[in-house]
């Protein structure tokens, strides 16, 4: 079986390039990501072959694929989400939903709405081009809308999808491989409420706090463009260095919502923007290596599913709960942060307090 970089290049007919593909795969080989779920394939690709070019108009061809598929993934998402929260269709009130992938007009909100068969007299919030930092915003939304709408139910989702900007690889444009290494398709989706009913309803989190924070001195570290051959962005080497920089500033204002507790007293479930972002927040809050490891896990199985990513890694540390045996959700502490990050250069974090497992 071949690499990654053996299929990218290959679906891409730039084999031609040998100097390029060793270095991708250099690239890759420093991103620790073992598997990725991507809906560019070779079959869309033959259906959609401008996707498969460096510069050629190709916005439509990606809007279309974009419009397909962010809203089916978001409605597996959030389908799952509301069989496990156990509640009815009829109680949803809001809808929470963030995306980079696609702007469209109705909002892919709508779309998933109807999908699911919500009310017709559905409150929405659409959030477009939020990035990385967009699933623990959508939280933060949600949140106050929970706080402030008695009876409220907000289904939050975060879809994505890598065919915004799958292009062919080029010398001109290296911060494309970084992207083409690290990123991947996902949808996560969560019902949130206020005074939930403990006869129909399971709790995972309850949610305590929440606070962003645009790094000073950041601007361009992280800049996307949509132009007519799709999404460009460009990624700063020193996006890990910016974030430690201002991230034990800002954990500060989350650990004193949790009554001051100790950073390794609180479980983690922080967007995986890669290998170096992780082990510089890992080792400017002095984190025992267990602390983000629901965040590693998640990077190597999926790659960087920007705003849907920090909703599987709070997955993974139920998860990681449940298989430690653990009391609470929270792998037996009673506080944890969840943090986004993403371009701005924003942080966003929730504080979430953990339940019991057997609720």
């Known amino acids: ?131 990385c930092w967009g699933g623990a915003a959508i939280i933060r939304v949600a949140k106050d809308i929970a706080e402030n709408n008695k009876g409220a139910r907000v289904l939050v989702v975060a879809s994505e999808c890598t065919a915004t900007f799958f292009r062919a690889p080029s010398e001109e444009y290296l911060d494309g491989l970084v992207g083409q290494a690290l990123f991947g398709d996902g949808a996560g989706a969560l019902v949130i409420g206020a005074d939930p009913n403990p006869d129909t309803e399971r709790t995972l989190y309850e949610i305590q706090w929440s606070g962003e924070m645009v ?60 290998v170096a972002i992780l082990n510089q927040i890992e080792n400017q809050l002095m984190l025992s290596p267990e602390k983000l490891l629901a965040s590693r896990e998640i990077l190597a199985d999926y790659g960087n599913m920007a705003s849907a990513c920090v909703l599987f890694v709070l997955d993974q540390v139920r998860n990681c709960s449940i298989k430690a045996k653990a009391s609470t959700t929270g792998e037996g502490r009673d506080f944890g942060s969840l943090i986004g990050i993403g371009p701005g250069l924003t942080m966003e974090c929730c504080v979430l307090k953990s339940v019991p497992l057997d609720n």
Not at 9 to 26: G, W
Not at 67 to 73: D, F, G, R, S
Not at 221 to 239: F, R, S
């Open 215 to 274: 790094v000073p001195d950041s601007e361009g570290a992280i800049d996307g463009h949509m132009m007519e051959a799709g999404m460009y962005y460009h990624l700063k080497p020193d996006i890990p260095k910016l974030v430690s920089r201002s991230i034990e500033e800002f954990v500060s204002d989350a650990t004193a919502q949790a009554g001051n507790a100790d950073v390794n007293d609180l479980f983690w479930a922080v967007h995986p923007g890669g």
């Open 1 to 131: 079986m071949g690499s990654y970089a053996d299929y990218y290049f290959d679906e891409t007919n730039c084999n031609h390039k040998p100097e390029l593909k060793a270095k991708f795969k250099r690239i890759c080989d420093k991103m620790h990501i073992s598997k990725r779920h991507m809906v560019v394939r070779k079959e869309l690709l033959a259906q959609y072959p401008s996707l498969g070019t460096y510069l050629n108009n190709s916005l439509e061809d990606r809007h279309k694929v974009c419009m397909e598929w962010v809203p089916k993934l978001a409605v597996e998402a959030a389908e799952n989400a509301i069989k496990e929260w156990g509640g009815s269709l009829s109680q949803i009130t809001h809808i929470v939903m963030a995306t980079t992938s696609v702007v469209n007009m109705p909002g892919v909100d709508l779309l998933v709405a109807k999908a699911l068969g919500l009310s017709p007299k559905l409150r929405r919030v659409m959030m477009y081009q939020t990035g």
